[in-house]
């Protein structure tokens, strides 16, 4: 009787262990219906990947996919095995949602689905029995190392705005960290400004483009504007992300630019500074080469 008494608790232990913990075998997954509607012409079930990480020794997948039901009536469900070591099957199947007043049509089913687990993984992916897609740890793209230029112009002004370089931000400034002002140059502007800084992105894979507003005679409203840079299908590394950039613009009148990032104002460059603290006559100076400069000094000396 002791014994038979011993064996039932330590069943109902297992029980109770599996039931906290969840789901066996380190992994767990859930799955939510986002949207029905009839059938589109040229529909087709589909999966797509939406984030990946692997924070503290756990991989973590989310994913967007498309199902067929037999009325829009329908919600997804899933079910989740592990097949081999590393090698999961993820089932999605569709229940009525026990609607007796659903439309007359063939349906399909969205939902958005989750898979994390403690190894590296391939996910196969089955709809109603078929299988669709395997997912796996993406081709990460760790951002932008090619310059990247954008280019816009007013009346009576204009601009190009370079994306240098994104990476992960590990520290260091952000803002306009360097400028300069100078007569002509860059596309016959009788006045210029050349500056450059690193804005914070919400990751790597952002380029920039800028929005200018002239506020005010001879003042100019630079914003900086962070746009996502992914192909469709791309999926970038999950970290904060830091982009460098360079850019000038020209008028044809004096001015002093406010430069923004997104909306935020983080540095005023004004007319009469040429970038190291150093009043410039004329506000604006010439750029003269370097070997006319030092044959200059040399003719003061005689």
Known sequence: MRRKIITIGAVFLMV?????????????????????????????ETVEITSFSDEDNTYRITFNGSISSSDPCHTAEKEINKLEEGVYEYTVST???GNDMCMQCVGEVNYTGEFETDEEFELRIVHNGEHVETLSRP??????????EF???????????RTIESSCHS????????????????????????????IETPNPCYIVESEVTRTDEGVYEYNIVPVQDLDEGEVCVECVGLLEYSGNFGSDEEFELRVMHDGEHVETIPADNNGNGEEVPGRFYERIPVINRVFSWFSGLF
């Open 139 to 148: 081709e990460e793209d760790e951002g932008k190392e090619e310059i990247q």
């Open 16 to 44: 109770l262990a599996v039931a906290v913990a969840g789901e066996p075998n380190g992994f767990s997954g859930s799955i939510d219906t986002t949207g029905t509607d009839c059938q589109r012409e040229g529909f087709e």
């Open 151 to 161: 280019v816009d112009s007013g009346e009576n002004w204009e601009t190009n705005l």
């Open 95 to 97: 229940v009525s949602d």
């Open 171 to 198: 520290g260091g400034d952000i803002g306009v960290t360097d400028h300069d002002t100078f007569l002509g140059g860059t596309d016959e502007r009788a006045y210029n400004i050349e500056f450059s800084g690193f």
